[in-house]
Protein backbone atom coordinates (compact mmCIF):
# COMPACT_ATOMS: atom_id res chain seq x y z
CA UNK A 1 0.00 0.00 0.00
CA UNK A 2 3.24 2.31 1.18
CA UNK A 3 4.91 1.21 -1.30
CA UNK A 4 1.86 2.02 -4.21
CA UNK A 5 1.66 5.49 -2.92
CA UNK A 6 5.16 5.95 -3.47
CA UNK A 7 5.21 4.63 -6.91
CA UNK A 8 2.55 6.93 -8.17
CA UNK A 9 4.08 9.93 -6.33
CA UNK A 10 6.75 9.19 -8.11
CA UNK A 11 5.38 8.66 -11.54
CA UNK A 12 3.26 12.07 -11.01
CA UNK A 13 6.88 13.49 -9.82
CA UNK A 14 7.76 12.36 -13.69
CA UNK A 15 4.92 13.73 -14.72
CA UNK A 16 5.96 17.04 -14.06
CA UNK A 17 8.91 16.70 -14.83
CA UNK A 18 8.02 15.86 -18.33
CA UNK A 19 4.73 18.60 -18.58
CA UNK A 20 7.61 21.09 -17.48
CA UNK A 21 10.11 20.41 -20.43
CA UNK A 22 7.09 20.17 -23.03
CA UNK A 23 5.99 23.67 -21.23
CA UNK A 24 9.36 25.19 -22.02
CA UNK A 25 9.64 23.71 -25.57
CA UNK A 26 5.73 25.11 -26.46
CA UNK A 27 6.91 28.27 -24.49
CA UNK A 28 9.83 28.80 -26.80
CA UNK A 29 8.03 28.29 -30.29
CA UNK A 30 4.78 29.87 -29.16
CA UNK A 31 7.15 33.26 -28.26
CA UNK A 32 8.57 33.10 -31.77
CA UNK A 33 5.06 32.66 -33.56
CA UNK A 34 4.04 35.60 -31.09
CA UNK A 35 6.34 37.53 -32.30
CA UNK A 36 5.48 37.12 -36.07
CA UNK A 37 2.03 37.84 -35.76
CA UNK A 38 3.31 40.86 -35.14
CA UNK A 39 5.58 41.63 -37.53
CA UNK A 40 5.66 45.22 -37.87
CA UNK A 41 6.23 46.30 -34.27
CA UNK A 42 8.67 43.34 -33.51
CA UNK A 43 10.72 43.78 -36.72
CA UNK A 44 11.17 47.52 -35.74
CA UNK A 45 12.18 46.65 -32.59
CA UNK A 46 14.42 44.12 -33.46
CA UNK A 47 16.40 46.30 -36.35
CA UNK A 48 16.75 49.20 -33.36
CA UNK A 49 18.33 46.34 -31.24
CA UNK A 50 20.06 44.97 -34.00
CA UNK A 51 21.87 48.70 -34.97
CA UNK A 52 22.62 49.02 -31.20
CA UNK A 53 24.60 45.55 -31.73
CA UNK A 54 26.21 46.35 -34.91
CA UNK A 55 27.38 50.01 -33.64
CA UNK A 56 28.96 48.16 -31.02
CA UNK A 57 30.46 45.37 -32.41
CA UNK A 58 31.81 47.45 -35.45
CA UNK A 59 33.64 49.87 -32.88
CA UNK A 60 35.10 46.55 -31.26
CA UNK A 61 36.30 45.36 -34.62
CA UNK A 62 37.41 48.22 -35.77
CA UNK A 63 39.82 48.84 -32.78
CA UNK A 64 40.65 45.25 -33.22
CA UNK A 65 41.82 45.71 -36.80
CA UNK A 66 43.79 48.83 -35.83
CA UNK A 67 45.39 46.81 -32.50
CA UNK A 68 46.92 44.17 -35.74
CA UNK A 69 48.51 46.99 -37.63
CA UNK A 70 50.34 48.42 -34.51
CA UNK A 71 50.90 45.26 -33.31
CA UNK A 72 52.50 44.63 -36.51
CA UNK A 73 54.68 47.75 -35.85
CA UNK A 74 56.14 46.65 -32.58
CA UNK A 75 59.12 44.30 -34.44
CA UNK A 76 60.31 47.94 -35.50
CA UNK A 77 60.49 49.61 -31.99
CA UNK A 78 64.28 49.66 -32.88
CA UNK A 79 67.19 52.02 -32.04
CA UNK A 80 69.37 53.11 -35.25
CA UNK A 81 72.65 54.24 -33.98
CA UNK A 82 73.74 56.13 -37.19
CA UNK A 83 77.86 56.04 -37.26
CA UNK A 84 80.16 59.59 -38.39
CA UNK A 85 80.95 59.28 -42.00
CA UNK A 86 84.71 58.22 -41.14
CA UNK A 87 83.84 55.21 -39.32
CA UNK A 88 84.88 51.86 -41.64
CA UNK A 89 82.81 48.74 -41.51
CA UNK A 90 85.67 47.16 -39.73
CA UNK A 91 85.01 49.57 -37.32
CA UNK A 92 81.24 49.46 -37.31
CA UNK A 93 80.90 45.89 -37.21
CA UNK A 94 83.59 45.72 -33.69
CA UNK A 95 80.90 48.40 -32.03
CA UNK A 96 77.99 46.35 -33.51
CA UNK A 97 79.76 42.79 -31.65
CA UNK A 98 80.86 45.10 -28.78
CA UNK A 99 76.79 46.16 -28.42
CA UNK A 100 75.80 43.19 -28.74
CA UNK A 101 77.28 41.75 -25.11
CA UNK A 102 75.09 44.46 -23.55
CA UNK A 103 72.37 42.66 -21.16
CA UNK A 104 69.40 45.05 -22.21
CA UNK A 105 70.11 44.34 -26.11
CA UNK A 106 68.41 41.01 -28.23
CA UNK A 107 69.27 41.84 -31.66
CA UNK A 108 72.41 43.82 -33.49
CA UNK A 109 72.72 44.48 -36.77
CA UNK A 110 75.46 46.37 -39.34
CA UNK A 111 74.32 47.55 -42.27
CA UNK A 112 77.30 49.13 -44.20
CA UNK A 113 77.05 52.16 -46.09
CA UNK A 114 77.09 50.02 -49.11
CA UNK A 115 74.39 47.64 -47.99
CA UNK A 116 72.36 50.77 -47.00
CA UNK A 117 72.29 51.74 -50.34
CA UNK A 118 71.56 49.05 -51.89
CA UNK A 119 68.42 48.85 -49.65
CA UNK A 120 67.37 52.51 -49.95
CA UNK A 121 67.52 51.99 -54.45
CA UNK A 122 65.78 48.29 -53.83
CA UNK A 123 62.80 50.01 -51.62
CA UNK A 124 62.75 54.01 -52.93
CA UNK A 125 62.74 53.43 -56.55
CA UNK A 126 65.29 56.40 -57.15
CA UNK A 127 67.99 53.95 -58.28
CA UNK A 128 68.91 56.11 -61.46
CA UNK A 129 69.09 59.08 -59.59
CA UNK A 130 71.17 57.14 -56.12
CA UNK A 131 73.51 55.56 -59.33
CA UNK A 132 74.61 59.14 -60.85
CA UNK A 133 76.09 60.25 -56.85
CA UNK A 134 79.43 60.21 -56.95
CA UNK A 135 79.90 59.23 -53.61
CA UNK A 136 77.36 57.55 -51.10
CA UNK A 137 75.72 60.17 -48.84
CA UNK A 138 74.36 57.26 -46.40
CA UNK A 139 76.02 56.48 -43.10
CA UNK A 140 76.80 53.10 -41.70
CA UNK A 141 73.97 52.18 -39.07
CA UNK A 142 73.86 49.67 -36.23
CA UNK A 143 69.76 48.21 -36.00
CA UNK A 144 69.19 47.56 -32.06
CA UNK A 145 66.35 45.68 -30.72
CA UNK A 146 66.20 46.44 -27.32
CA UNK A 147 64.69 43.86 -24.45
CA UNK A 148 61.13 44.63 -24.09
CA UNK A 149 61.06 47.09 -26.49
CA UNK A 150 57.85 49.29 -24.99
CA UNK A 151 57.77 48.54 -21.51
CA UNK A 152 59.71 50.75 -19.98
CA UNK A 153 60.38 53.76 -21.39
CA UNK A 154 62.92 54.98 -18.69
CA UNK A 155 64.96 51.81 -19.56
CA UNK A 156 65.27 52.92 -23.61
CA UNK A 157 66.37 56.08 -22.68
CA UNK A 158 68.69 55.50 -20.65
CA UNK A 159 70.02 52.64 -22.85
CA UNK A 160 69.12 55.83 -25.76
CA UNK A 161 72.12 57.90 -23.86
CA UNK A 162 74.45 55.03 -23.23
CA UNK A 163 75.16 54.41 -27.02
CA UNK A 164 75.23 58.37 -27.35
CA UNK A 165 78.28 57.74 -25.28
CA UNK A 166 79.77 55.88 -28.10
CA UNK A 167 82.64 58.46 -29.65
CA UNK A 168 81.65 56.47 -33.28
CA UNK A 169 77.79 57.14 -33.19
CA UNK A 170 76.78 60.65 -34.46
CA UNK A 171 73.19 60.46 -33.12
CA UNK A 172 70.52 58.10 -31.89
CA UNK A 173 67.17 57.60 -33.34
CA UNK A 174 64.50 55.66 -31.32
CA UNK A 175 61.23 54.38 -33.98
CA UNK A 176 59.69 53.77 -30.39
CA UNK A 177 58.53 57.00 -29.62
CA UNK A 178 55.54 57.55 -31.95
CA UNK A 179 54.78 53.50 -32.00
CA UNK A 180 54.20 54.32 -28.02
CA UNK A 181 52.11 56.88 -28.73
CA UNK A 182 50.05 55.22 -31.07
CA UNK A 183 49.60 52.60 -28.39
CA UNK A 184 48.24 55.41 -26.20
CA UNK A 185 45.49 56.48 -28.63
CA UNK A 186 44.35 53.04 -29.09
CA UNK A 187 44.13 52.38 -25.47
CA UNK A 188 42.23 55.20 -24.84
CA UNK A 189 40.28 54.17 -27.81
CA UNK A 190 39.48 50.48 -26.87
CA UNK A 191 38.26 52.31 -23.19
CA UNK A 192 35.97 54.74 -25.23
CA UNK A 193 34.62 51.26 -27.42
CA UNK A 194 34.27 49.52 -23.66
CA UNK A 195 32.04 52.82 -22.26
CA UNK A 196 30.24 52.99 -25.80
CA UNK A 197 29.68 49.27 -26.17
CA UNK A 198 28.31 49.57 -22.31
CA UNK A 199 25.94 52.30 -23.31
CA UNK A 200 24.70 50.36 -25.96
CA UNK A 201 24.50 47.45 -23.62
CA UNK A 202 22.10 48.96 -21.71
CA UNK A 203 20.00 50.12 -24.63
CA UNK A 204 19.63 46.91 -25.27
CA UNK A 205 18.50 45.98 -22.05
CA UNK A 206 16.15 49.08 -21.51
CA UNK A 207 14.83 48.62 -25.29
CA UNK A 208 13.63 44.89 -24.84
CA UNK A 209 12.08 45.38 -20.96
CA UNK A 210 10.10 48.37 -22.65
CA UNK A 211 8.74 45.78 -25.66
CA UNK A 212 8.39 43.32 -22.55
CA UNK A 213 6.08 45.60 -21.04
CA UNK A 214 3.94 46.57 -23.87
CA UNK A 215 3.41 43.28 -24.68
CA UNK A 216 2.89 42.40 -21.03
CA UNK A 217 0.20 45.45 -20.86
CA UNK A 218 -1.22 43.91 -24.27
CA UNK A 219 -2.06 40.55 -22.91
CA UNK A 220 -3.25 41.51 -19.09
CA UNK A 221 -6.49 39.71 -19.30
CA UNK A 222 -4.73 36.52 -20.02
CA UNK A 223 -2.40 37.29 -17.08
CA UNK A 224 -4.92 37.78 -14.73
CA UNK A 225 -6.32 34.90 -15.68
CA UNK A 226 -3.90 32.36 -15.84
CA UNK A 227 -3.68 33.94 -11.81
CA UNK A 228 -6.74 33.00 -11.13
CA UNK A 229 -6.41 29.95 -12.25
CA UNK A 230 -3.30 29.21 -9.75
CA UNK A 231 -0.74 30.34 -12.32
CA UNK A 232 2.86 31.33 -10.47
CA UNK A 233 4.96 33.96 -11.43
CA UNK A 234 7.45 31.72 -12.51
CA UNK A 235 4.84 30.15 -15.16
CA UNK A 236 3.24 33.38 -16.43
CA UNK A 237 6.73 35.24 -16.92
CA UNK A 238 8.12 32.00 -18.81
CA UNK A 239 6.89 32.99 -22.04
CA UNK A 240 7.34 36.39 -21.72
CA UNK A 241 10.99 35.57 -21.00
CA UNK A 242 11.51 33.95 -24.31
CA UNK A 243 10.52 36.69 -25.98
CA UNK A 244 12.82 38.64 -24.77
CA UNK A 245 15.40 36.00 -25.33
CA UNK A 246 14.12 35.68 -29.03
CA UNK A 247 14.48 39.69 -29.87
CA UNK A 248 18.00 39.51 -27.99
CA UNK A 249 19.28 36.29 -29.99
CA UNK A 250 17.54 37.55 -33.37
CA UNK A 251 18.91 41.14 -33.22
CA UNK A 252 22.45 39.85 -32.12
CA UNK A 253 22.35 37.51 -35.45
CA UNK A 254 21.17 41.15 -37.42
CA UNK A 255 23.83 43.01 -36.19
CA UNK A 256 26.33 40.80 -36.62
CA UNK A 257 25.39 40.36 -40.27
CA UNK A 258 24.90 44.54 -40.43
CA UNK A 259 28.53 45.11 -39.40
CA UNK A 260 29.99 42.04 -41.62
CA UNK A 261 28.14 43.23 -44.40
CA UNK A 262 29.76 46.74 -43.98
CA UNK A 263 33.44 44.67 -43.27
CA UNK A 264 32.60 42.89 -46.53
CA UNK A 265 31.91 46.29 -48.12
CA UNK A 266 34.90 48.33 -47.04
CA UNK A 267 37.80 44.89 -47.58
CA UNK A 268 38.65 45.83 -51.27
CA UNK A 269 39.30 49.27 -50.71
CA UNK A 270 41.38 48.77 -47.22
CA UNK A 271 43.09 45.91 -49.13
CA UNK A 272 44.01 48.72 -52.03
CA UNK A 273 45.13 50.87 -49.70
CA UNK A 274 47.34 47.80 -47.95
CA UNK A 275 48.94 47.48 -50.90
CA UNK A 276 49.87 50.79 -51.81
CA UNK A 277 51.88 50.67 -47.98
CA UNK A 278 53.37 47.78 -49.28
CA UNK A 279 52.38 45.62 -46.65
CA UNK A 280 49.75 42.47 -46.54
CA UNK A 281 47.13 43.70 -44.19
CA UNK A 282 43.57 41.63 -43.67
CA UNK A 283 40.85 42.52 -42.29
CA UNK A 284 39.80 40.72 -39.56
CA UNK A 285 36.49 40.05 -39.10
CA UNK A 286 34.69 38.27 -35.93
CA UNK A 287 35.84 34.58 -35.70
CA UNK A 288 33.33 32.31 -35.15
CA UNK A 289 33.68 32.19 -31.23
CA UNK A 290 33.20 36.15 -30.69
CA UNK A 291 30.06 35.70 -33.06
CA UNK A 292 28.84 32.88 -30.36
CA UNK A 293 29.92 35.40 -27.53
CA UNK A 294 28.16 38.30 -29.01
CA UNK A 295 24.97 36.24 -29.40
CA UNK A 296 25.40 35.01 -25.99
CA UNK A 297 25.78 38.55 -24.74
CA UNK A 298 22.71 40.29 -26.62
CA UNK A 299 20.56 37.51 -25.52
CA UNK A 300 21.44 37.41 -22.06
CA UNK A 301 21.27 41.51 -22.18
CA UNK A 302 17.64 41.51 -23.42
CA UNK A 303 16.41 38.94 -20.86
CA UNK A 304 17.54 40.63 -18.31
CA UNK A 305 15.85 43.19 -19.05
CA UNK A 306 12.68 41.21 -19.62
CA UNK A 307 13.59 39.57 -16.30
CA UNK A 308 13.49 43.00 -14.73
CA UNK A 309 10.72 44.23 -16.21
CA UNK A 310 8.50 41.58 -14.70
CA UNK A 311 9.41 41.27 -11.86
CA UNK A 312 8.68 44.59 -11.02
CA UNK A 313 5.41 44.24 -13.19
CA UNK A 314 3.71 41.17 -12.18
CA UNK A 315 3.56 41.81 -8.79
CA UNK A 316 1.50 45.34 -9.90
CA UNK A 317 -1.02 43.18 -12.06
CA UNK A 318 -3.82 42.57 -9.35
CA UNK A 319 -6.46 40.53 -10.95
CA UNK A 320 -9.73 42.66 -10.43
CA UNK B 1 -14.39 23.77 5.24
CA UNK B 2 -14.99 27.76 4.68
CA UNK B 3 -14.73 29.65 7.90
CA UNK B 4 -15.08 33.52 8.40
CA UNK B 5 -14.52 34.92 11.91
CA UNK B 6 -15.06 38.19 12.15
CA UNK B 7 -13.88 39.14 9.15
CA UNK B 8 -13.76 43.02 7.95
CA UNK B 9 -12.84 44.63 5.09
CA UNK B 10 -11.92 48.31 4.44
CA UNK B 11 -10.73 49.77 0.91
CA UNK B 12 -8.34 52.92 1.33
CA UNK B 13 -11.19 55.14 -0.52
CA UNK B 14 -14.27 53.68 -0.38
CA UNK B 15 -15.38 52.61 3.34
CA UNK B 16 -16.03 49.26 4.95
CA UNK B 17 -17.31 47.19 2.52
CA UNK B 18 -17.71 43.98 5.50
CA UNK B 19 -18.29 44.40 8.56
CA UNK B 20 -17.84 41.46 11.41
CA UNK B 21 -18.61 38.91 9.25
CA UNK B 22 -18.34 35.64 10.52
CA UNK B 23 -19.93 32.03 9.03
CA UNK B 24 -18.98 28.48 8.16
CA UNK B 25 -19.66 26.60 4.95
CA UNK B 26 -19.65 22.47 5.84
CA UNK B 27 -17.71 20.49 3.16
CA UNK B 28 -20.33 19.39 0.39
CA UNK B 29 -22.41 22.25 1.72
CA UNK B 30 -24.42 24.42 -1.10
CA UNK B 31 -25.28 28.03 -0.29
CA UNK B 32 -26.38 31.36 -2.07
CA UNK B 33 -25.01 34.75 -0.98
CA UNK B 34 -27.64 37.16 -1.64
CA UNK B 35 -27.77 41.10 -0.55
CA UNK B 36 -28.07 44.43 -2.88
CA UNK B 37 -25.94 45.91 -5.11
CA UNK B 38 -23.07 47.50 -2.83
CA UNK B 39 -23.37 44.91 -0.08
CA UNK B 40 -19.95 43.22 -0.44
CA UNK B 41 -21.28 40.09 -1.97
CA UNK B 42 -17.92 40.29 -4.59
CA UNK B 43 -15.74 41.54 -2.27
CA UNK B 44 -16.41 38.79 0.23
CA UNK B 45 -15.75 36.36 -2.55
CA UNK B 46 -12.77 38.22 -3.57
CA UNK B 47 -11.51 37.46 0.29
CA UNK B 48 -11.74 33.54 -0.68
CA UNK B 49 -10.10 34.17 -3.85
CA UNK B 50 -6.76 35.87 -2.08
CA UNK B 51 -7.65 38.98 -4.61
CA UNK B 52 -8.09 40.71 -1.62
CA UNK B 53 -6.81 40.91 1.91
CA UNK B 54 -9.55 41.04 4.96
CA UNK B 55 -8.62 44.03 7.23
CA UNK B 56 -9.83 41.90 10.51
CA UNK B 57 -10.50 38.96 11.60
CA UNK B 58 -9.77 35.48 9.72
CA UNK B 59 -10.79 33.31 7.15
CA UNK B 60 -9.51 30.33 6.66
CA UNK B 61 -10.37 27.47 4.06
CA UNK B 62 -10.28 23.66 4.92
CA UNK B 63 -8.65 24.02 8.22
CA UNK B 64 -6.01 26.43 6.86
CA UNK B 65 -5.87 30.28 7.39
CA UNK B 66 -5.72 32.22 3.96
CA UNK B 67 -6.18 35.53 6.18
CA UNK B 68 -1.84 36.63 5.71
CA UNK B 69 -1.18 34.04 3.27
CA UNK B 70 2.18 34.75 1.57
CA UNK B 71 2.32 35.86 -2.07
CA UNK B 72 4.66 32.25 -3.52
CA UNK B 73 1.55 30.40 -1.69
CA UNK B 74 -1.76 31.99 -3.29
CA UNK B 75 -0.86 30.10 -7.07
CA UNK B 76 -0.83 26.92 -4.68
CA UNK B 77 -4.15 27.77 -2.57
CA UNK B 78 -5.92 29.00 -5.59
CA UNK B 79 -5.54 25.28 -7.10
CA UNK B 80 -8.31 24.36 -4.86
CA UNK B 81 -10.87 26.79 -5.92
CA UNK B 82 -13.23 26.80 -9.18
CA UNK B 83 -13.68 30.61 -9.94
CA UNK B 84 -16.79 31.03 -11.78
CA UNK B 85 -17.12 34.87 -12.81
CA UNK B 86 -20.38 37.01 -14.37
CA UNK B 87 -18.62 37.95 -17.21
CA UNK B 88 -16.89 34.54 -17.92
CA UNK B 89 -13.38 36.04 -17.95
CA UNK B 90 -12.43 33.59 -21.17
CA UNK B 91 -9.70 33.83 -23.09
CA UNK B 92 -11.08 34.94 -26.47
CA UNK B 93 -7.98 34.25 -28.88
CA UNK B 94 -7.55 30.66 -27.68
CA UNK B 95 -9.78 27.58 -28.07
CA UNK B 96 -12.76 26.60 -25.53
CA UNK B 97 -10.50 23.12 -25.02
CA UNK B 98 -7.28 25.58 -24.43
CA UNK B 99 -9.62 27.51 -22.12
CA UNK B 100 -10.64 24.76 -20.11
CA UNK B 101 -7.26 23.39 -20.25
CA UNK B 102 -5.33 26.41 -18.54
CA UNK B 103 -5.59 25.28 -15.07
CA UNK B 104 -4.37 21.77 -15.82
CA UNK B 105 -1.36 23.32 -17.73
CA UNK B 106 -0.80 25.46 -15.29
CA UNK B 107 -0.36 22.87 -12.50
CA UNK B 108 1.50 21.26 -14.58
CA UNK B 109 -0.63 18.21 -15.96
CA UNK B 110 0.80 16.14 -19.04
CA UNK B 111 -0.63 16.10 -22.46
CA UNK B 112 -2.76 13.01 -21.81
CA UNK B 113 -4.31 13.75 -18.54
CA UNK B 114 -5.30 17.27 -19.82
CA UNK B 115 -7.23 16.02 -22.92
CA UNK B 116 -8.93 13.14 -20.93
CA UNK B 117 -9.72 15.74 -18.16
CA UNK B 118 -11.44 18.38 -20.29
CA UNK B 119 -13.14 16.55 -22.47
CA UNK B 120 -14.76 14.89 -19.25
CA UNK B 121 -15.28 18.40 -18.19
CA UNK B 122 -16.53 19.48 -21.22
CA UNK B 123 -18.95 16.85 -21.00
CA UNK B 124 -20.23 17.47 -17.51
CA UNK B 125 -21.31 21.25 -18.70
CA UNK B 126 -22.91 19.78 -21.91
CA UNK B 127 -20.17 20.85 -24.66
CA UNK B 128 -18.95 18.12 -25.56
CA UNK B 129 -17.76 18.70 -29.35
CA UNK B 130 -17.24 22.48 -29.16
CA UNK B 131 -13.78 22.13 -27.96
CA UNK B 132 -12.08 23.83 -31.32
CA UNK B 133 -14.26 26.65 -31.03
CA UNK B 134 -13.37 29.96 -29.97
CA UNK B 135 -15.51 31.56 -27.37
CA UNK B 136 -16.58 34.77 -28.90
CA UNK B 137 -18.28 31.78 -31.55
CA UNK B 138 -20.92 30.63 -28.77
CA UNK B 139 -24.06 31.97 -26.98
CA UNK B 140 -23.67 33.84 -23.95
CA UNK B 141 -24.88 30.56 -21.82
CA UNK B 142 -22.33 28.33 -23.85
CA UNK B 143 -19.68 30.72 -22.74
CA UNK B 144 -21.18 30.74 -19.58
CA UNK B 145 -20.57 27.01 -19.25
CA UNK B 146 -17.17 26.89 -20.90
CA UNK B 147 -16.02 29.25 -17.84
CA UNK B 148 -17.85 26.22 -15.04
CA UNK B 149 -15.85 23.66 -16.99
CA UNK B 150 -12.67 25.27 -16.72
CA UNK B 151 -13.64 25.99 -12.74
CA UNK B 152 -14.17 21.96 -11.77
CA UNK B 153 -11.55 20.43 -14.67
CA UNK B 154 -9.09 21.20 -11.76
CA UNK B 155 -11.54 18.58 -9.18
CA UNK B 156 -11.45 22.06 -6.65
CA UNK B 157 -12.85 21.36 -3.16
CA UNK B 158 -14.54 24.83 -3.25
CA UNK B 159 -16.72 26.73 -5.73
CA UNK B 160 -16.89 30.35 -5.91
CA UNK B 161 -19.40 32.09 -8.83
CA UNK B 162 -19.99 35.76 -8.39
CA UNK B 163 -23.52 36.12 -10.47
CA UNK B 164 -23.15 33.21 -12.81
CA UNK B 165 -26.92 33.60 -14.22
CA UNK B 166 -26.64 37.25 -13.96
CA UNK B 167 -26.25 37.38 -18.29
CA UNK B 168 -28.19 34.40 -18.41
CA UNK B 169 -32.24 33.96 -19.62
CA UNK B 170 -34.87 32.22 -16.79
CA UNK B 171 -34.38 28.67 -18.59
CA UNK B 172 -30.47 28.90 -18.57
CA UNK B 173 -29.87 30.40 -15.38
CA UNK B 174 -31.94 27.16 -13.90
CA UNK B 175 -29.89 24.67 -15.83
CA UNK B 176 -26.73 26.37 -14.64
CA UNK B 177 -27.91 25.97 -11.09
CA UNK B 178 -28.92 22.20 -11.79
CA UNK B 179 -25.02 22.12 -12.81
CA UNK B 180 -23.86 23.22 -9.45
CA UNK B 181 -26.62 21.24 -7.64
CA UNK B 182 -24.99 18.35 -9.37
CA UNK B 183 -21.22 19.46 -8.34
CA UNK B 184 -22.40 19.18 -4.74
CA UNK B 185 -23.77 15.69 -5.00
CA UNK B 186 -19.88 14.56 -5.03
CA UNK B 187 -18.92 16.99 -2.53
CA UNK B 188 -17.85 20.09 -4.00
CA UNK B 189 -18.49 22.86 -1.62
CA UNK B 190 -20.36 25.76 -3.55
CA UNK B 191 -20.86 29.96 -2.63
CA UNK B 192 -22.79 31.36 -5.23
CA UNK B 193 -22.92 35.29 -5.11
CA UNK B 194 -26.94 35.84 -6.51
CA UNK B 195 -29.56 38.84 -6.80
CA UNK B 196 -31.72 36.31 -8.19
CA UNK B 197 -33.92 35.91 -5.14
CA UNK B 198 -36.43 33.94 -6.75
CA UNK B 199 -34.49 31.04 -8.61
CA UNK B 200 -32.96 31.21 -4.90
CA UNK B 201 -36.34 30.75 -3.32
CA UNK B 202 -37.09 27.94 -5.30
CA UNK B 203 -34.06 26.09 -5.32
CA UNK B 204 -34.11 26.43 -1.10
CA UNK B 205 -30.40 25.78 -0.46
CA UNK B 206 -29.20 27.81 2.51
CA UNK B 207 -29.03 31.49 1.98
CA UNK B 208 -26.16 34.02 3.82
CA UNK B 209 -27.74 37.78 3.23
CA UNK B 210 -25.59 40.83 3.53
CA UNK B 211 -26.50 44.28 4.20
CA UNK B 212 -24.54 47.17 3.51
CA UNK B 213 -21.66 44.88 4.77
CA UNK B 214 -23.13 42.46 7.61
CA UNK B 215 -24.43 39.42 7.63
CA UNK B 216 -28.26 39.64 8.47
CA UNK B 217 -29.10 36.40 8.29
CA UNK B 218 -27.52 33.13 7.32
N1 LIG C 1 -11.55 47.72 -5.60
C1 LIG C 1 -12.34 48.50 -4.86
N2 LIG C 1 -11.87 49.67 -4.39
C2 LIG C 1 -12.63 50.47 -3.62
N3 LIG C 1 -13.87 50.18 -3.28
C3 LIG C 1 -14.42 49.05 -3.71
C4 LIG C 1 -13.67 48.14 -4.53
N4 LIG C 1 -14.48 47.08 -4.80
C5 LIG C 1 -15.65 47.32 -4.18
N5 LIG C 1 -15.63 48.48 -3.53
C6 LIG C 1 -16.72 49.04 -2.71
O1 LIG C 1 -17.11 48.07 -1.75
C7 LIG C 1 -18.51 47.98 -1.66
C8 LIG C 1 -18.97 46.55 -1.93
O2 LIG C 1 -18.70 46.23 -3.27
P1 LIG C 1 -18.97 44.79 -3.88
O3 LIG C 1 -18.45 44.79 -5.26
O4 LIG C 1 -18.46 43.78 -2.94
O5 LIG C 1 -20.56 44.75 -3.91
P2 LIG C 1 -21.50 43.65 -4.54
O6 LIG C 1 -22.37 43.19 -3.42
O7 LIG C 1 -20.74 42.62 -5.25
O8 LIG C 1 -22.35 44.51 -5.55
P3 LIG C 1 -22.98 44.05 -6.97
O9 LIG C 1 -24.21 43.28 -6.67
O10 LIG C 1 -23.31 45.36 -7.64
O11 LIG C 1 -21.94 43.28 -7.69
C9 LIG C 1 -19.07 48.98 -2.66
O12 LIG C 1 -19.44 50.12 -1.92
C10 LIG C 1 -17.94 49.28 -3.58
O13 LIG C 1 -17.98 50.62 -3.98
MG1 LIG D 1 -20.54 42.04 -7.30
Known amino acids: MKHNHRKQAGSRLVELFQAYLLNHAHGLFSSLGRLSRTPFTSSMTILVLAIAISLASSFYIVVANIQQLTGNLESSNQMSLFLHDNITDAAGQKLAEQIQQNGSVVDVKFISKKQALEEFKANSGFSDALNALERNPLPSVIQVVPKNALENNEDIEKLMADFKQFPQVDFVQVDMQWVARLQTIMLIASRGVML???????????????????????????????????????????????????????????????????????ETPVEKLSTLYNSSFDLLFLSFSEFILLLMISSVLAVVGSWAVLHYQLRQLKPQ | MLRFEHVSKRYPDAGEALTDVSFHLHRGEMAFLTGRSGAGKSTLLKLIAMMEQCTRGSVSLDGQDITRIGERKIPYMRRNLGLIFQDYKLLNDRTVFDNVALPLVVSGYNHQE????????????????????????????????VGIARAIVNKPKLILADEPTGNLDPDLSAEVMFMFEQFKQVGVTVLIASHDIELINHLGHRVLTLDKGHLVAS
Open chain 1, 196 to 266: VSLLLGFAVTFITGNTIRLELQNRQDEVFISKLVGATHAFIQRPFLYTGFWLGFISGFLGWLIMTIMLLIL
Open chain 2, 114 to 145: VARRVRASLDKVGLLGKEKKHPLALSGGEQQR
